[in-house]
T-cell receptor
Framework: AQSVSQHNHHVILSEAASLELGCNYS??????LFWYVQYPGQHLQLLLK??????LVKGIKGFEAEFIKSKFSFNLRKPSVQWSDTAEYFC????????????FGKGTKLSVKP | DTGVSQDPRHKITKRGQNVTFRCDPI?????LYWYRQTLGQGPEFLTY????????KSRLLSDRFSAERPKGSFSTLEIQRTEQGDSAMYLC???????????FGQGTRLTVV
């Protein structure tokens, strides 16, 4: 069965610091990969997605992620975080013949200190 | 606003009661998903519809849970004889077709007392 691991439960950064959130998945076939964000009190929103092509994917609000197939990883990065990036971030995957339902990681809570 | 609407936003019920939640997806989306999210966890897949057909169910969906999507439009999720372990956020999502972005609603937070 597919699974997604997010390495950090809670990350605390100061504004302007660089961010990298780890995500690994456990499926050897073709996968589609996603990062979703949930701001306090709001719904899940898509940050970025990878289906095929360039493994470096750019998303909204300056976020990017790199798909490294050999490492089964899809880490999220941002060079300089802002206080408004405080949120919970979820990595998700679908693939393996599933009908498109997503398998989510447990999430990483990011707190950015002003 | 994502366009996926869920009702109610909050529901408090006594153990043993039945509850029903509604989801209205984005109008042209033919795929609809239900997820459950508990504290400290990511959303967990419950079930999926393509139009009115329920095509996949997770083993998390016990016999007390039933979902429908009549006419391929809105969907309902019913939980019978609720238990305290059913307390969670129930999320609905819709997508245009397979392997496209899923849009999530705000969720229905269920508390079973």
């Amino acid at each position: 069965a597919q699974s997604v691991s997010q390495h950090n439960h809670h990350v605390i950064l100061s504004e302007a610091a660089s961010l990298e959130l780890g995500c690994n998945y456990s499926y050897g076939g073709t996968v589609n990969l996603f990062w979703y964000v949930q701001y306090p009190g709001q719904h899940l929103q898509l940050l970025l997605k990878y289906f095929s092509g360039d493994p470096l994917v750019k998303g909204i609000k300056g976020f990017e992620a790199e798909f490294i197939k050999s490492k089964f990883s899809f880490n999220l990065r941002k060079p300089s975080v802002q206080w408004s990036d405080t949120a919970e971030y979820f990595c998700a995957v679908n693939g393996g013949g599933s009908q498109g339902n997503l398998i989510f990681g447990k999430g990483t809570k990011l707190s950015v200190k002003p | 606003d994502t366009g996926v609407s869920q009702d109610p936003r909050h529901k408090i019920t006594k153990r043993g009661q039945n509850v029903t939640f509604r989801c209205d997806p984005i109008s042209e989306h033919n795929r609809l998903y239900w997820y459950r999210q508990t504290l400290g966890q990511g959303p967990e897949f419950l079930t999926y519809f393509q139009n009115e057909a329920q095509l996949e169910k997770s083993r998390l969906l016990s016999d007390r849970f039933s979902a429908e999507r009549p006419k391929g439009s809105f969907s309902t999720l019913e939980i019978q004889r609720t238990e305290q372990g059913d307390s969670a956020m129930y999320l609905c999502a819709s997508s245009l077709r397979r392997n496209t972005e899923a849009f999530f609603g705000q969720g229905t937070r269920l508390t079973v007392v």
